[in-house]
């Protein structure tokens, strides 16, 4: 999600054409008589769980991080007098959902939010018709992969589109505990765990949501219509394509000032910070304060369909690309331990590294600890280790560990 901070102007002097550039000190007291303003965005999906994210405003040199305002009663509204039930707050993806379902084309909707003793609105608007995404596609590259998207509709229809994706990817341990002859006996915990002819910590998954914004206008085009645009790359050494990775691709169509919305936001997330740099003096959304209209509100909502598009890609099909990957930051050979402390005392010091998750491959049915043994830590031979990891197969997944 991209969210909308307070921009601050900031004025540099240029003392010369042959000077340096001097630093700009924000005073003490910027931020005294700072008020937040609520920050609604979000998206009317029809037959589609429709998506709200609440925050409010930071000061320009806050430290800290914008957080979801969690008390909001959130629903979608028509001209015609619908009104949706209250939506929910997923605390796992950080915004309100809607149950949507399927809605009359014929009239247009908004969100309605109450928080904070406030009642804001978005600008009623006509649900866009999207048109069916045509193909997901990946290019081989020399340092890794780019994902495209392709679309076409008819030229009378709406000339701005806007994607986001959702990933996931199967990524294994770099050690596989029951692939050690013979039978991969190991110590876990203190206990000796015997042979594994089962190894459930080596298959993981992991999943991703797109926060950058991309966004593409073929007003300028004979033709509406979306030839392999590229969404993003991943470098060759990221763990997502070192075996199977999956990209769910999500288009929606936008309304020219929508569009215009999205790219000045672009600007301000994506492009800032330089000198240079085009930095709009003011977001203008399609939020407004109905309880007190001199209050301002920001973000935007949008209203449409969305069509969705999955493309899997397997590392074991690239023609040049090798990929690589690391998390094993540790493992220690048992005749290396001997050289260095003779005495044998390293065999117990290895099982104090157990107590934190290390294994010990022994080489061996009896369990002894030799110098064939080896130990590795938790995150060699344990995928789970590595952050909002599981050991469960997705249901759409294409193989069956």
């Not at 979000?42 to 305002?69: A, D, H, M, W």
Request: net charge negative; glycine share 6%.
């Amino acid at each position: 999600m991209n969210k909308v901070v307070l921009q601050a102007s900031l004025f540099v002097a240029l003392l010369s054409l042959s000077a340096c550039i001097e630093e700009y000190k924000l005073p003490d007291n910027f931020s005294n008589n700072f008020e937040p303003e609520i920050v609604i965005n979000g998206r009317i999906l029809n037959g589609e769980k429709s998506v709200v994210y609440v925050t409010q405003t930071l000061p320009f040199n806050s430290t800290e991080e914008q957080e979801s305002l969690i008390d909001a009663q959130v629903t979608i509204i028509g001209q015609d007098g619908y009104e949706s039930g209250l939506a929910r707050f997923d605390v796992e993806k950080d915004c309100y959902i809607i149950d949507t379902g399927v809605l009359d084309t014929h009239t247009q909707y908004a969100i309605k939010v109450s928080v904070n003793g406030e009642t804001y609105q978005s600008e009623f608007q006509p649900i866009q018709t999207t048109p069916d995404i045509d193909e997901v596609t990946y290019k081989e590259l020399k340092e890794g992969i780019s994902i495209h998207v392709s679309t076409h509709a008819d030229k009378n229809t709406s000339r701005h589109y806007m994607w986001t994706y959702e990933e996931v990817w199967e990524f294994h341990a770099e050690i596989d505990i029951k692939a050690f002859p013979p039978g991969g006996i190991i110590y876990e915990s203190l206990q000796y765990a015997g042979a594994y002819t089962h190894n459930p910590y080596f298959y993981c998954w992991k999943s991703s949501q797109s926060s950058n914004i991309n966004l593409y206008d073929t007003s300028s085009l004979s033709e509406n219509a979306v030839k392999e645009h590229e969404l993003f790359r991943i470098p060759a050494d990221d763990m997502r394509i070192s075996y199977i990775y999956s990209v769910q691709v999500k288009q929606w169509s936008l309304s020219r000032q929508a569009y215009d919305y999205y790219r000045l936001l672009k600007l301000y997330s994506e492009e800032s910070g330089g000198l240079f740099s085009p930095v709009p003096a003011e977001l203008q959304g399609n939020i407004r304060c109905v309880s007190h209209p001199e209050k301002k509100g920001k973000g935007y909502v949008i209203a449409s369909n969305v069509t969705s598009k999955r493309l899997f890609v397997y590392a074991s099909e690239f023609e040049t690309l090798k990929t690589t990957y690391s998390v094993c930051d540790y493992s220690q050979s048992g005749l290396n331990a001997a050289a260095s402390d003779p005495s044998g005392k390293w065999k117990s010091a290895w099982m104090e590294n157990v107590i934190s998750g290390a294994v010990i491959v022994t080489g061996n049915f009896t369990g002894e600890i030799t110098t064939n043994s080896v130990l590795y830590t938790k995150s060699c031979a344990n995928c789970t280790v590595q952050a909002n990891a599981t050991n469960k197969r997705p249901d759409f997944w294409p193989n069956n560990h």
